[in-house]
């Protein structure tokens, strides 16, 4: 509950490291949990620097040096998930957390991530693969970060504020909103981004299409050359 706990964990990352060396360039280190292409992604937020000595410091303050918590995982969410999950708990283990992996089958994993009731026992933690379909903030937000988020974990006034406000606002006053919003998420860490992953399709030199930022395939656009 307490944020300089959470800012500890980011700061033990070095997204760096883990976008080059599992993912060879083909992903991007974090700043908040939607992707540039995103509606209200602010571009002022720039990832956590890897530090461990002030993530040292952090949990000193907190008095949280030495905790320990589970991490629920799944196999095949997304490429390479056990190396990432190997990687943070080394790497927030080096600062003296002490994380014990949980990997689940999918209805197991399905379980915490949804299990977020009051009156259910909530996981500790959870690796999970977001994408942003529609191209806007709001589907995020509207899942992850407000009271009533079908997998939510934050039940935070500004977050409620900030998200009310963005849904009646116009455009441009929505997307300084929602830029608010997502300032004030990277200060409380609810939510640890770690990296946006790139996409890679394979096609002949005879399809004539362009992907779409939000992954969407549709055969529509497609086209065959002679």
């Known amino acids: 509950k ?7 964990l980011s700061y033990s990352i070095d997204r760096k ?3 080059d060396q599992l993912y060879g360039g083909f992903a991007a ?26 993530a040292k410091g952090l949990l000193k303050e907190a008095g949280a040096e030495g905790f320990e918590f589970e991490l629920i995982w799944s196999a095949g969410r997304f490429p390479r998930i056990a190396e990432t999950v190997e990687y943070l708990v080394d790497a927030w283990g080096k600062v003296g957390v002490k994380v014990k992996p949980v990997a689940r089958d999918l209805a197991g994993w399905r379980e915490g991530l949804y299990g977020v009731a009051t009156d259910k ?13 529609l191209g806007d903030s ?24 900030f998200f009310k406000d963005s849904s ?3 455009y441009d006053e929505r997307l300084k909103i929602i830029r608010q ?9 609810p939510a640890i981004p770690l990296f946006h992953q790139a996409w890679l399709i394979g096609v002949t030199s ?15 656009e497609m086209s065959l050359t002679e």
Not at 145 to 160: A, P
Not at 181 to 189: G, K, N, P, R, T
Not at 206 to 220: C, G, I, S
């Open 2 to 8: 307490d944020k300089r706990v959470r800012q500890a």
């Open 17 to 19: 490291l883990v976008t």
């Open 29 to 54: 280190p974090a700043s908040q949990l939607v992707a540039p292409f995103v509606l209200g992604y602010n571009p002022d937020l720039k990832p956590y620097p890897y530090d461990p000595n002030k």
């Open 121 to 133: 026992p909530r996981v500790d933690s959870i690796i999970v693969s977001h994408g942003n379909d």
């Open 138 to 161: 709001g589907q995020t937000i509207g899942t992850y970060l407000i009271c009533k988020g079908r997998t939510s974990h934050l039940c935070d006034d500004k977050v409620e504020k």
């Open 168 to 170: 009646v606002a116009g």
């Open 181 to 189: 919003l997502w300032s004030h998420v990277y200060d409380e860490q």
């Open 206 to 220: 005879r399809l004539k299409w362009e992907p779409r930022a939000d992954t969407v395939v549709q055969f529509k």
